[in-house]
């Protein structure tokens, strides 16, 4: 119904996800520190975690006094295959997306 619409702009990427959904905080040495795997919640949960980094950054909160509790890092199992496995399911998905008859 509503013809050819021109996007001004569009975003695409990839998500950060995590084995239980949840993001985490990482202390990666001595004043450097991270927080990613928003499992496509970054929006609101980024924006959050931007502001407690800040306070951390700032001298206002230890690492340990912010909203989420820093975690280690651990080896995934199987996480060497990760390229082709993602590249596989991206392609079966966008495949079948575009094999997928309207209605």
């Not at 928003?38 to 206002?60: D, K, P, Q």
């Not at 006094?65 to 079966?92: D, H, K, N």
């Amino acid at each position: 119904q509503l013809g050819d619409i021109e996007w001004e702009f569009r975003w695409s990427g990839f998500m950060a996800m995590t084995p239980d959904r949840y993001p985490r905080l990482f202390e990666l040495a001595p004043d450097i520190a991270a927080s990613l795997g928003y499992s496509g919640r970054g929006i609101c949960t980024a924006t959050i975690m931007g502001r407690e980094l800040a306070r951390w950054a700032a001298g206002e909160a230890a690492i340990d006094e912010l909203v989420l509790p820093a975690s280690s890092f651990r080896t995934l199992p199987y996480y060497a295959l990760r390229g082709p496995i993602v590249e596989g399911t991206v392609l079966f998905h966008s495949l079948r997306g575009r094999l997928k008859t309207p209605g």
